[in-house]
């Protein structure tokens, strides 16, 4: 049994990383958020940035969820902006964009996060970490609603 702990270990390597890696990109998205939310322009402004706020509230609790899995593996979560940047998949808002450039922008956002959690759900429970798997699984389906509300916003 003893020569399946390295291997194990580096399984929980594999997967706090991937985690880490969510920890990064939901704080970038949170940011993100509350750029379009204060910078959010036009004819829907009352509806969207109500909706971000909302939102950012929602990365708010998914961040800390993330970083406590990653401190309950026995993981150090990123914590610095500059960290967090780096690690991220998703980008920072640039500034300028159109209310529907920003709803375009979050809803790939979105994507790119389902697909990360859905490879992390299949990589902790490779290594028998149901707990993580079912954090992710979980999300999942509030992302994927998510994105659903979004994209038909955009056929408005």
Known sequence: MATHAPEKRQHSLEVIGKLN????NWSVLYMKLHHFHWYVKGPHF???H???EELYNEAALIVDE???R???LGGKPTST???QLSLASIREAEGGESAIEMIKQLT???QQL???SKEIAEAADEVGDAPTADMLVGRQEWIEKTVWMLKAYQEA
Request: proline share 0%; charged share 30%; aromatic share 8%.
């Open 70 to 72: 990653v401190l309950t």
């Open 66 to 68: 993330l970083a406590e």
């Open 50 to 52: 109500e909706k971000f």
């Open 108 to 110: 790939a956002d979105l």
């Open 114 to 116: 389902a697909a990360e």
């Open 46 to 48: 009352f509806t969207l």
């Open 21 to 24: 890696r969510q920890v990064a």
């Open 81 to 83: 902006l500059k960290e």
